[in-house]
Structures are given as C-alpha cells and as structure tokens.
C-alpha cells in the first residue's frame, strides 16, 4: 500500500466507526448517551422475540429519539442514538422473560435512568 491508500484507509475507517460530531447531550454526558443507546438498541431487539412486529420497532425508535428531544437533544445526538442504537440492536440477545412485565418494567426503568443522568448533567451545565 502507498501512503495515500494508508491514509484513506485510516480516514474510511474513522467515518465507519460512527458519528464523529458531537451534540448538546454528547457533551453534557457522552457516557450517559451510549449507555442510553446501548439499552434502546437491546429493547428494540426485543421487540420482535416478544412478537412485535416492524411497526413497533419503529414506534419505539421514535419515542427514544422523542425522550432525548424532550431535554434538548439535536440532530448530532439523534444521529449518535440512531448509530449505536442500531449497533446494540444487532448484537443483542434479548431473553424471552424479558417480555412479560416483570422482565420488561426494569428494561424500562433502566432507560429512563440514564435520561435522567443525561437530564441532570445538562443541568449542572
């Protein structure tokens, strides 16, 4: 490889490892924001083993992107959620417990615990 294939290949390889810019939430609580993506993209995957079908699963991406609007989130952090969301999706592997109340209600509560920490960080801005 020459030089100039290296350092393309470096520079494709930094635009697929995601979003690069950095939203009003990312930099309140870039930490806080992947876990709340990270736990989006496992309950999305849970739809379907629960018998959801597309339909759901795009309900439920809108009310995640909707949670973070409600405090403030740009497009840079709903492209950050939309990326790592769909990551966590794909490696996934939720349980079928998971889909009765008992299973589902922590899933939840976990979610909205890390908007709360993203909340509370913006806050303390």
Same mark, same amino acid.
């Given at each position: 490889?020459?030089?100039?294939?290296?350092?393309?290949?470096?520079?494709? *390889?930094?635009?697929?490892?995601?979003?690069?810019?950095a939203? !009003?939430?990312?930099?309140a609580?870039?930490?806080?924001?992947?876990?709340?993506?990270?736990?989006?993209?496992?309950?999305?995957? &849970?739809i379907?083993?629960?018998?959801?079908?597309?339909?759901?699963?795009?309900? %439920?991406?809108?009310?995640?992107?909707?949670?973070?609007?409600?405090?403030?989130?740009?497009?840079?952090?709903?492209? %950050?959620?939309?990326?790592?969301?769909?990551?966590? *999706?794909? &490696?996934? !592997?939720?349980? !079928?417990?998971?889909?009765?109340?008992?299973?589902?209600?922590?899933? *939840?509560?976990?979610? %909205?615990?890390?908007?709360?920490?993203?909340?509370?960080?913006?806050?303390?801005?």
């Amino acid at each position: 490889m020459t030089g100039r294939t290296l350092v393309l290949a470096a520079v494709i *390889a930094l635009a697929a490892a995601g979003p690069a810019a950095a939203g !009003k939430l990312l930099d309140a609580a870039p930490k806080e924001m992947r876990n709340y993506a990270d736990q989006a993209g496992y309950i999305l995957a &849970s739809i379907p083993v629960c018998g959801g079908d597309r339909a759901e699963e795009d309900y %439920f991406r809108r009310l995640a992107r909707d949670n973070l609007v409600q405090i403030g989130a740009d497009d840079d952090d709903l492209g %950050f959620l939309d990326h790592y969301m769909a990551e966590a *999706a794909a &490696s996934a !592997k939720p349980k !079928k417990r998971e889909c009765r109340e008992e299973g589902a209600v922590p899933l *939840a509560g976990e979610l %909205f615990g890390h908007r709360t920490a993203i909340e509370k960080a913006l806050k303390a801005q």
